[in-house]
């Protein structure tokens, strides 16, 4: 009975393991759609050294709403904002200097978003609140970054409102611009038929703010207008953004830059990671045997596994960096493979049965693993956080690494040795194990008289003639 649990089990397993072989590496068009899948491996964004990317310069000026006269402070203001911007943006792998005085270059990762994204800093936008559906008017008030809480994209983005059911973008207001909203929107709620704020972007046709009572949370969400789906809403969170920076950036320059590491390197990158592995897993099987080719099962495990979190998660780029955290990665989990294979071998070495052994080899490797990994994961997750891509795509590739090794090598493993065990729990030759020499292989049979054979009658025999 237990073998034929074991059985659907692992048929379960293979099945699953088939389907994530796949989806992981298969590209198919999807029936009755225009779509093509192209699977886990390919959907993966590359950062800029491994894909190439675009290239902008912008030429940067005071801005009318600027509140510094000095253009290199502005510049460096705007400079330090836009790396931000661009790390916080999806995760964009990124490059922002200055050039010159009075220029700011920018590359980012080649991709449609990125390309358009670049256009849209050079296209920045005021946003103007005013309490007539005209700009002539005097009650008129320009919300810049004098307004906007750090002039953040924490502060300017693209939202959908459940009420309204409508796409829209949320500004947040610092006390400056809270206090005057209030001001206007208390105004306008005070009117008996017209109680509208009109909200300008750029000189855009105005969308109208209803304001039933006084705005007093500082925040506001604007909707209408030329915002129709979240890809409009994205752009005006742009330019609104773009708008608020010390310097007005007007585009000059855009230019496309190749891969730093050569355009065929990630397929040679790849090739000699798979190489690699198959080296890995030949090795445990020669080395563990069955017990080595069930820790095979669960390094393709690991690979489906992390080839869908890498592409699923969007603020992961694959970068140079990136690739040598893929490659911890699997150092890791195999290290953890190799401990627990080598408890086992040690267990059994030691006089244990072979389901004692595998048990006893979890216990003893469940907190070496457990310790060594959170150690891993506090680094991964600190360098993950620190605003330099290089490092943040290698931290954050390497905790998933560390997280998937984890559940590979203590759950997957385990579970699958434990499957193992109805079809061979006394034979230790596929599993390659051996008693340690030192051990007496007659240490659990019972004492016998030398010279007699191991026999519980022939000892009782001698023992009664001794007694004679």
Known sequence: MAKKRSIWKFTILGLLIVIGLVLSFASFPVAGTDYIYNGFLNAIPLGLDLSGGVSAVYEASLSPTSNTTDLDSAVDSTLTKLEKFLSDNGGLQSNVSKQGNNQIRIEVAKDTVSTDLLNLLGDPNTVYIASNNNLDVNDVASFTGEYISSADIENVYASYDQNSQAY???????????????????????????????????????????CSGPITDGQTFISGGSITDSSTAQE??????????????????????????????????????????????????????????????????????????????????????????????????VGCHVLILEKVREEYASGKKIPLSYKNAFKKALWPIFDSHVALAIVAIIMSIINISVLRSFGLILLIGAVLSMFCSLVVMRFMMKWYLPFNSTNPKPLKLKRSKYLNPDFDKPEVVEGVEDSPEKEITVTEEVGK
């Open 168 to 210: 829209g973008v949320v500004l947040d207001f610092n006390s400056k611009g809270a206090s005057k909203l209030q001001e206007m929107s208390e105004v306008a709620s005070e009117k008996s038929e017209n109680n509208y704020l009109y909200v300008y972007i750029g000189e855009d046709d105005p969308i109208q703010l209803t």
């Open 236 to 333: 005006y969170a742009v330019m609104i953004l773009s708008g608020t920076y010390s310097a007005s950036l007007d585009l000059i320059q855009t230019s496309v830059i190749s891969a730093t590491v050569g355009t065929d390197a990630l397929m040679y990158i790849l090739i000699a990671m798979g190489v690699g592995l198959f080296l890995i897993m030949l090795f445990m099987f020669l080395r563990y045997g069955h017990f080595g080719l069930l820790a095979d099962v669960s390094l393709v495990v690991f690979t489906i596994l992390n080839l869908f979190f890498l592409q699923a998660i969007p603020i992961i780029q694959l970068t140079v960096s990136g690739l040598a955290g893929i490659v911890l990665s699997y150092a890791i989990v």
